[in-house]
T-cell receptor
Framework: AQRVTQPEKLLSVFKGAPVELKCNYS??????LFWYVQYSRQRLQLLLR??SRESIKGFTADLNKGETSFHLKKPFAQEEDSAMYYC???????????FGQGTELSVKP | EAGVAQSPRYKIIEKRQSVAFWCNPI?????LYWYQQILGQGPKLLIQ????????DSQLPKDRFSAERLKGVDSTLKIQPAKLEDSAVYLC??????????FGPGTRLTVT
């Protein structure tokens, strides 16, 4: 069955430290994966998608089909990166997103 | 452009009462989604509309939840009767393509 797992509920780092938010997926088809972010008092919004291979706000994510992972990385965390991050899988190309449980990133000064 | 609008933002009801949520998507977005987000979990899709037709409602508890999208624009999600476990944030989203969904602010429902 299709599933997205984010093993960490909370990740706390200091400003300037590297960040890696983990995401693993289970899906029998060809996966399309996304990271969505929700800053405090703001709406859930798309951060990046693997098909575009962009770097948004310094974040990157590489799809590793062998390890079925799509970890989100940033070399130097900033305080404004503090937010909830959700990994999501597009099911059957039809628009249905399957979300992970989310990881709260806290960047301390 | 104006974002996805939802109302009300907060609602408190007693169990067995009914409640309705309203969503106005971004103009031109044919696809509309309703998600349920229980505290501590990621959003879960309840129903997906393409224009005014249902694409996926496999996770909608149809004995108590209903949704409609008249004229392919606004949508209403109803719960009748509500249970304690329905306490959650209900998110509406819309999209032009499957690759980016735009979310509304959500409605926080508390069932007592």
């Amino acid at each position: 069955a299709q599933r997205v797992t984010q093993p960490e509920k909370l990740l706390s780092v200091f400003k300037g430290a590297p960040v890696e938010l983990k995401c693993n997926y289970s899906y029998s088809g060809s996966p399309e994966l996304f990271w969505y972010v929700q800053y405090s008092r703001q709406r859930l919004q798309l951060l990046l998608r693997h098909i575009s291979r962009e770097s948004i706000k310094g974040f990157t994510a590489d799809l590793n089909k062998g390890e079925t992972s799509f970890h989100l990385k940033k070399p130097f965390a900033q305080e404004e990166d503090s937010a909830m991050y959700y990994c999501a899988l597009l099911y059957n190309q039809g628009g249905k997103l399957i979300f992970g449980q989310g990881t709260e990133l806290s960047v301390k000064p | 452009e104006a974002g996805v609008a939802q109302s009300p933002r907060y609602k408190i009801i007693e169990k067995r009462q009914s409640v309705a949520f309203w969503c106005n998507p971004i103009s031109g977005h044919a696809t509309l989604y309703w998600y349920q987000q229980i505290l501590g979990q990621g959003p879960k899709l309840l129903i997906q509309f393409q224009n005014n037709g249902v694409v996926d409602d496999s996770q909608l508890p149809k004995d108590r939840f209903s949704a409609e999208r008249l004229k392919g624009v606004d949508s209403t999600l109803k719960i009748q009767p509500a249970k304690l476990e329905d306490s959650a944030v209900y998110l509406c989203a819309s999209s032009f393509t499957a690759y980016e969904q735009y979310f509304g602010p959500g409605t926080r429902l508390t069932v007592t």
